[in-house]
Structure formats: structure tokens, C-alpha cells
């Protein structure tokens, strides 16, 4: 590799790599500080929740919080700047809100669902978008639940199979398009390739379609904005990236594929600071770095007439390879660009460093 | 006999000794000449010419010019002194033998040390090329590894000034926002003591909050924005189920591309048992239990057919393959049965689905093979479509070829052929 190559690609900088001593299934950056949040399972069957902070080459443990069920994952995006508490989903199904200067009793508290809850999103907190703060969860009973932190005991919305279908393994959820206050949808991925696109605002079902492989992880660019692009990764290696600004009747949105690694591709996250790039985390340990480039025309007619999107093309940026076990959890700081922490099934969290985004 | 050279002429200084010896026309080269310590000898079929020298001389030093028409030697003596001759005197043949033998396998030691040597050098020149690659590599690899250090400092570095501005500055921030609430606060002071005779519940209230907040922590600064927003939000939505329908999947497992082609197989196979099995439950429960098995219906075919029963022996074929499709024999034997009974185009059905099961042409089924054929051949020739039936009795020949009845038969065919075309 030439020194010029070296120079101007993006690097991914391992920065700190920690050792833990259960598995972590998710890692979270605290928003406005230099804190992070590890969340997962110890060994005798109890729920961990972490938190360390950065200095300088190190990690330093603040406070360790132990609960009685194993915890899958966990969002920040559904409270505000100021209190930043923490929701969680455990493998019992239970959603709790947690405050962490005082985690003995949560906030708020529901059995939302009768399996484990694979997947956790929330909008409108952290000063970004507008609209009631919201939590959206999916589970493996096949059901993926919308909550308002203002209302117990009942979610505000519920995606459930119809009574006598045999139900697939909710695997992730995110929401997205929630640039007013009545605007917003929830996309969810299941186990046997399905994607569906359920609109909050008219309680609908938007968009469905199927990439014939179990879809790991979905991701809009921006939460807050009129819906641009969504990821959804699978099993495979493969993951595609569509195009949601113009939807055809039939044909549903554009996309975009690429089969990036011959295994699993588990995460999908975009840079807070630039929502063109994104990295993705696979089941080999590596990393890719992607960028989307637009096509010059993003919609066009068809033969009926009917306006269809057009999608652009993709480029690899970096790929790096860090652990030899899956990366279940990545997660950018929303602080620092480039900054970002990742989680392995080799019970190893990784601070990286990802240099030279500002000059793509 | 060889033939000996003695017209040699010698001189001799105290170190070295000069021959020089005339090859009456041979051609010299260097393998001719052969010369140790102390003997030399230089044979060109041929001639020959050996010396056992008067004393030991240095032979790795020693050189023999070949030219104009003889040869030069220089030979350096081992110990300087002037030798009385060149060959040792009263030289005996014995001694001669012995020193020649002696000559040769020093000659031959000599010959292996070299190659040591040789090899030993070679390896080391590897040994030090493939140091210097490594060598080489490393310096390449850590010229990368100080550029990513570089920047991996520079990175941390960074980090760290980010992290003690964001310290800094939620200071600052708190301290400003300390010093604007101050600020607030006495305006409002001042309200209250006018207002104080009305009664302005809605603005005390609220005045009461701000002052109290304020007493609070540094953080509860910003309540003030908290409480607006809050006011802004918008109320619970209404609760509502979306109804949702997957796309149909038998496995609960995870659907993957690269099983998709398995699971297909494994749902048709399933699919086929299911098949047979209800297709037979409804008629089949009025039979017994061995009337329900393929080989004891086929034994009873054969046995019918053996007793010129041939309708009884296709009911019991076409029952055990409804229970069986796969049994070649049941085909090939309905076949026969068939044939006799002049149902030729079923005939012919049956014995190629034989031919299809048969696929694998082994010499296993070579004797079933042989027998579908002649009986779809018989078939063909019985319907007058004697070509087929040509092609037919040739494909047994060539399994079988040792048997009689078919050749017979084929000749017969192809007298009917060349009739038919002769007489048309």
C-alpha cells in the first residue's frame, strides 16, 4: 500500500479496546459527553448495565448497574438533553426507562411484550425533530409496539399479526420522517426477509416488500427529516440501500444492493455529522465504511407515467477488519465526528477513531 | 596396448617444477589430464602418460596449459627442494598400483569436499537474500505502522482538547445562564412589588416557580425551555392496532438465500410421501396388510401372469404402483403382460418408464435393461413401425450381444424393412 493511499482514505483508528467480563449486546454514547453506555448479560443470567468514560487512552468504569433480566438494547432517542435517561429491552420483553444518577427503580416501566425484545428506537428527544418523545419496540413474539413515555401500561400503537397467522421474529425497528409534529413511521425487519413501513400518522400500513433474506438491521439517515434513504442489512452479507423519496404503487421504492461480506451483516449506522456516509458491522469482525453518492436524477417517469425513484450508487470507503467474532453494536458519538464505539461477541468494546471525514 | 609418451622434458626451480610434454598430434582437454599429490597422468585414447613424482606437489595450486600441441605443466612443490628426477626411481609395480589407487580416491575425497563446500555456500548466499528481503519488508511495514501512529495521536490528541472544551464550556454555559436568571429575577422582583395589590394569580404563580427553580441546581436552569416545550407537545397518540400479514414461511428459522434451494427439496419430498400416503388411505383400508406392499403384489403378478391370468397380473402391477412408482420391475413386467394382450401403445409406455428408472446403465440391470428393450421392440414390430422396433432389438444386442433369439429376430426385422421399401 502506498504512502498516498494511506494518506487520503478514511482510517479507522483503534483507539481503546476494553475488556469486559459478560457479553455486550449494545453500546451507546451518552449524548453531550465524552461517556458511553455498555448494556448486556453476565454470566449467571443477569443484566449489566456500564458506564465509562474516556480519558485519553483509557476507559474508565464510572458505575456498574446490575438488573435482574439480561438486556438486549437500549436508546437515548426518546428523552430530553437534560435528563437523558436510558431505555432499555430485556429478554423478558420488559421496556423500562431508566434514570442513571438513581437506576434502582425505573422511571417507567411496562411488560410490553411476551418474548425478548430484539430491537429498541426512539424519536423525539435530544432536541432533534419535533413531536411526542416516542419509543418503538419489536420483539420475537412478532409484534413491534410504539410507547409514549407519558402513557403506562398500553403502547400507543401496536403492529401485531392477524389472530391465527403464524408470527415471524421481530428483528429491528426504526423509526423515521418525523419532521412535524403529526408526521412519523416506524420501519420494521423480520426474520424471514420482510420489510414493512408502517405509517403512525394514519395507522396504516405504507410500504412492504421482502429481500428474501432475515433482515438484521433497517436505519433511516435522519429520523427528523422527510424520509430519505434506509438501509436494511441482512443475512448473507448482502444489505440495500433505498431510495425513499419517490415511492411507485407498485414497484415500491428504488434500492440499491450490495453483498459486502460473506457473512452476516449485523449493524447498519449513519454518521450524525453526514448522512451520505455509514458504516456497517459484520459477523467475519470487520468494518465497512460506505459512502452514497445520488444519481443525477433521483426520480423518473416510468411508461405510465407514474414517478419512480432512481437509485444512486455506492462506494466502499474503508473496510477493517478488528475482531475475529461478529460486532453486534456500533454506535457514533453525535458530539465528535468520527467518533465511535463498537461491541463484539469476543466480549471486547472498541473505542475507533474514524479520521478524515471532513474531507469527503 | 596404450601408447606411451616419454618424449617429455622437465626443468625445475626450488619451488616449482615446469613439464612440458608433446602430444604427437591428440587434442587435449582437461579431462584427460588427471593429477594428484604425487601422481599425474594424462591419457588421450591412445595415449598415455603417468609419472609418480619425485615428491608431493601442491595439485589444487598447480596448473597445465593446453596448446600448441602439448602440454604445460606448473606444479608447485609441497616442501622446496631440487628433485633428483621427475619420477620416482625403482618404481615397482606394486608401489605403482598402490599409489595410483591411493591418487584416485584422494582424488574422489577432494571432489566430495568441494561439493560440501559448494552446497554450504549456496545456502548461506540464500540464507542472507532472504534476511535481506525480510529486512526490507520490516522497514516497508514500519514506515506504515509510524504513519497510523501518527495519526492515531493526532486523533487523541484532538479528542482530548474536544473533551476539556465540552467541560469548559458547559461551565461557561452554566455560569451565563446563572448570571441571565439574575438578571430576570429582578425585573420580576420589581413586578411582583407593584402587582402586589392585584391579583394577577397566573403571573405570581408562575413568578413563584421561576424563583423557586432557581434556588435549585445549576442544571434546573433550563426547566424554563423544559416546561415551554412540554406545553407544546403534543398529547398521547391515540392508540391503534395495525393488523400485519407475513410473507408465508414453513421453516421458523431465518430465511437465507443460500438454503432456500435445500428447503424447496425438502418441502417436495415431504410433499410426495404426504401424497401417497392419503391417496392410499382412502380406498386401501378394505385390504390386508400384505396386499399393501409392492414386492408380495408384483410376487402375485408374476405368478398370474404365469398362469396366463394376464388381466388379474396387470391389476395387481397397477396396485403396487400406485404404492410404488419407482420399482422398474413392476413396469416392465405390466409390460409384459401388455404384450400379450395386444395393448401395444401401453406396451411401450410401460417398458420405457422401465428404461427411464433403469437410468444408471450398470451391468446390474443389464438383464432388465436387455428385456424392456426387446419387449417395446416387439411392441414397435407388432404396430408395423419396424424401424423403432429395428433401433430397439439393436440396443438389447448391444447390451447382450451373445444372445441368439435377438439376433434372430433383428434379422428377420430388417428383411421386413428392406421388403416394405423394396415393394413400395
Redesign the interface.
Known sequence: ?S?AV??ERP?V?S?VQQALSYTVFDCKWVP???RLLCLGSAARGTGIIQLYE?Y??RLELLREIEKPKPIKCGTFGAT?L?QRYLATGDFDGNLNIWNLEAPEIPVYSVKGHKEIINSIDGVGGLGIGE????IVTGSRD?TVK?W?P??ND?????????QG?????CWTVAFGNAYN??ERVVCAG?????I?L?D?KT???RWAT?I???VCSVEFDRKDINMNKLVATS??GKFHVFDMRTQHPTKGFAFVSEKAQKSTIWQVRHLPQNRDIFMTSGGSGSLHLWKYEYPAQRSKKDSEGSEMGVAGSLCLLQNVTLSTQPISSLDWSP??K??CVCGAFDQTLRVL?V?KLNKI | MPVWLREHSWRQTLTAVYLSLPLRGARATPANIFCSEQYLKVSIPPFLFEAILYAPIDDTNSSAKIGNGNIFFTLYKKEPAMWDSLTLANADKEKLQYLRERAVLKAHEKAKEETEAKKITKQEHKKYALEATMKLEEAERKRIEDLKEKERQKVAKELELWKNQQKNGDKYKSIQKKGEIHQEIEPLKEKKSEKINKTQIPNEGASKTRLKSTKGCLGSCSIFSQNLKEEQLPAPRAAATIKVNFTPRVFPTALRESRVAEEEEWLHKQAEARRIINSDLSELEDLKEEEKNPDWLKDKGNKMFAMGDYLGAVNAYNLAVRLNNKLPLLYLNRAACHLKLRNLHKAIEDSSKALELLTPPVPDNESARVKAHVRRGTAFCQLELYTEGLQDYEAALKIDPRNKNIEKDAEKIRHLIQGTMQSS
Open positions: 500500500m504512502a494511506v494518506a482510517q483508528v483507539h453531550r459527553s465524552a474516556l485519553g487512552a430530553s437534560q413531536g411526542a418523545p416516542e412478532g410504539v409514549d407519558r402513557q398500553t403502547p400507543v400503537a401496536n403492529m401485531e399479526p392477524i397467522e403464524s408470527k415471524r421474529d409534529q403529526e423480520y426474520d424471514n426477509g420482510d414493512k408502517f403512525l395507522m396504516s400500513l421482502n428474501k433474506n432475515g443475512l448473507e458530539d465528535k468520527g467518533l477513531i479520521t
